[in-house]
């Protein structure tokens, strides 16, 4: 006799099959979407992809399982729906302040990622879709046109730089931040 959850693998092999998607790519396109309602993934999922009401369902439903599964990790928290697509930005800038040293230590703070070494030197916020926010902090460092004063934006820091590119995380980019880190230690 068959149980509940061989019904349930049975409707998931045929969704896949049928649709030509693995769940975990069902479980992108959702996650990209920004959608997070479960009728607002319903209606996308049977509109723009063709799904029958149960399948949509049962894919919204198992979507949003995965979601709450998930151990929390705050750098997903933060690059979900629309501002996924700033993710790659937020590595690019990872990488170069790994760089620096090893005695950067990175906490999750309510929609931002604070950057510390003795102290706070910078943060990485991701602003909107596509943009992430680089608050830092720097003494007696003139602004320009790309290093605004962070009037308005957050007060903890005296510079902030708007970036909408991976290839704007470039040299200058790096050697101010790397002036906030030496300032930090």
Not at 49 to 69: D, N
Not at 77 to 85: D, N, P, R, S
Not at 159 to 179: F, K, N, P, Q
Request: charged share 25%; hydrophobic share 40%; proline share 4%.
């Amino acid at each position: 006799m068959a149980t509940v959850d061989d019904g349930l693998q049975a409707q998931i092999r045929n969704i896949e099959a049928t649709y030509g998607k693995t769940m975990p790519e069902w479980f992108a396109i959702i996650a990209s979407s920004g959608k997070t309602k479960h009728t607002d993934v319903l209606t996308m999922l049977k509109r723009e992809y063709g799904m029958t009401h149960g399948a949509a369902h049962r894919v919204s439903l198992l979507a949003r399982q995965a979601t709450e599964a998930q151990p929390d990790d705050p750098i997903a928290a933060l690059y979900t729906g629309k501002k996924a697509a700033a993710h790659p930005i937020h590595e690019t800038l990872m990488l170069a302040v790994a760089t620096f040293g090893d005695d950067v230590a990175v906490a999750a703070k309510k929609g931002y990622l604070s950057l510390r070494r003795r102290k706070q030197f910078a943060m990485i916020q991701p602003s909107s879709t596509g943009r992430v926010d680089l608050g830092l902090i720097l003494k007696d460092t003139p602004t320009t046109g790309r290093l605004e004063p962070a009037t308005g934006f957050n007060t903890l820091f005296t510079h902030r730089v708007r970036v909408t590119t991976v290839a704007e995380v470039d040299d200058e980019l790096t050697c101010w931040i790397r002036s906030a880190y030496d300032q930090a230690g």
